[in-house]
């Protein structure tokens, strides 16, 4: 306590010293002198309330304690004169026991008298009974044999209550009541049949099924009042309980898997569509049966069966077991899809369990599926497997089927535009679309993946076809006059790879919902490409066989002599062309562009080659002015035949050099040739010592001047253009010297 008034006093001067620490502040002391006393008076008021509260509680308390002792020596009293009536009355309990005997005595003789009159007519009613059972009347059937197990069940309680060990009085009385478990397993294999036609039953006779649920009902009824009387004393009648409602499920699971599988009318030895006819007759019943269900069994049954959904998971669970057995089956590759396509989207859409009558009365979302995930990708994986190799038989023979067409006498067909084509095209792409269609049933990642293994297919089958064009061009060359519309149907090959690229971008467009490029896309524009680039180069490779003599008689002594071998050069190119013209356009302009640069660059070879040496100023004069106009003549035919705008510049290239030619102030060739290399910068030394040894009159030293100025300001070529003189060589002595003796031996062999 002083401990306690010093830390008071202490905070008492620490606060009174806080308050007065100015000299201003010394008039209010009275002031906070009568604010201090509020507030004590304050605390002891409050402290005086909180005591007195306490000593109420602590009042109340005690007088509650000593209500609650004086209750209990009350019920110590009242127990105690329990106790001392409890021993007095046990002498009279056992005095009663002969009482309690009669009273038993007495129930099982009025129960007997009860059933007396029953008991002397078993035999009487187990007859009715039976009877009313074979005429149908059920219910009423029903209600006897309640009776009769009334009776038997009665008096096997009371025998039970008298003397539960005396087993030759029960036996007595359940052979006397034997007929009456017959009369209920006959009665139930009536309701068993009943429930097993319950579709037939529910559209003729609905009544027949309202019977067959009440008994069902009573029967649920007694046996869960047998079970609560066998808790209470221990006794149970014989057959109790008879689980009838769990047998009239049962029975109902029965009945509707043996209607999903007696939907197989036919085989696959009989029927190659039976599968989808199985399938089709799977969904008209599933679909009739449930829509009776709804709209007439549901009123049969008592609601808190929920009846409707119960047969919803009963048809849903047989369907998924028969299902699960077909796929066991050994399925062709169009019975897999017609298996998938009918799980994955006909089951749930309103043809069937989707069905608008059905939906409102059941969520087919919360359905599991038909058939597990891992069988579904076992059987995708087993057609993708199937399908891989039917396609690679299939566009095997499509390839053998064409490359006997290109043997045929007659030309190609021509599509509305008159461009030659074969049939190869659409017999692949109608095989790949069907595909596709059949796949996009499944669903969208299936697709997908058919999609991509076709274009794969699609490339190695791109990759033969190009093998089969080479070997058929090997072929025609061995002799060249057959096939006899060889020509015709090479053309038609070229304008298949158009038509290959065409489809293979609309069945993407149409079956692919990703712009991203497929692995296989490069592979397939490349192989196609290589396709029509060697088409063209056979196509051409044709047109120069026949043009070779009249190109090897070029810038020779015969041409300068007045040789018509351009004039035929032209007629050939044009001829040919005229059938070029079946040829589709971008690659009938490339053709033509090309088939200029090959003459171009023959007939500079034949330059080159140094075939013919200008003798004198008036042969070069005559060489030149012909070279100039053959020059022309070539870019009136290309111009025609529409080639690009590059045709100038190659033509150009024989009239730049018919100027070297024709140029007759020898001082003046240096400049010339400048010309000549600064239009075309990719020619070599070698080419200027060739033009100069043709034109004959340059000295050796005019022809190194020449060449050693222009290496020392040799132009670089840029390659904006393409390469004229680059693949030209210029012969050297020995090439020359191999040459002639070749051509010396052909003319001999010939």
Known sequence: ?????????????QRVAGMLQRSDQLDKVEQYRRREARKKASVEARLKAAIQSQLDGVRTGLTQLHTALLDVKDIQSSLANVSKDWRQSINTIENLKDVKDAVVQHSQLAAAVENLKNIFSVPEIVLETQQLIEQGELLQAHRKLMELECSRDDLMYEQYRMDSKNTSDMNLISMYFEDVQGLSDELAKQLWMVLQRSMVTVRRDPTMLVSVVRIIEREEKLDRRMVDRKKQTGFIPPGRPKHWKDKMFEVLEGTVSTRIEGTQAVTREADKMWLVRLLEITRKYVLDDLIVVKNLMVQCFPPHYNTFNRFFSLYHNAVSTRVKELTLEDLEANEIVSLLTWVLNTYKSVEMMGHPDLCSEFDINQLEPLLPQEVVDDLLSKYVKTFTSNITGWLRKALETDKKDWLKETEPEADQDGYYQTTLPAIVFQM??????????????????????CLKQMNSFLMRYREEVVAYKEEHLRDRQLPQCYIQYMIAIVNNCQTFKESINSLKRKYSQSSDPIDSDAAIERTLSEVVKEGCQFLLDEVFLDLENHLNELLTRKWLAGSHAVDTICVTVEDYFNDFNKVKKPFNQEMTNEALRRVV????????QKRITFKNADERKEGAERMIKEAEQFKFLFKKLAAGEDTDRLCGSITAIAEVFKL????????????LVSKYPDIREDHIQALLAVRGDASREMRQMIIGTLSENKVSYSGTTQPIFKDITVPTITTTMTTMTSMATAKLLK
């Open 432 to 453: 790949f679309e069907q595909n596709l269609q059949v796949a996009a049933q499944i669903d969208g990642d299936f697709k997908e993946q058919v999609l991509k293994l």
């Open 664 to 675: 007759t102030d020898p001082t003046l060739l240096f400049l010339e040739v400048t010309t």
């Open 1 to 13: 306590m002083e401990e306690t008034s010093r830390e008071a006093v202490a905070t008492a001067v």
């Open 601 to 608: 660059v023959e007939y500079l070879k034949a330059v080159m």
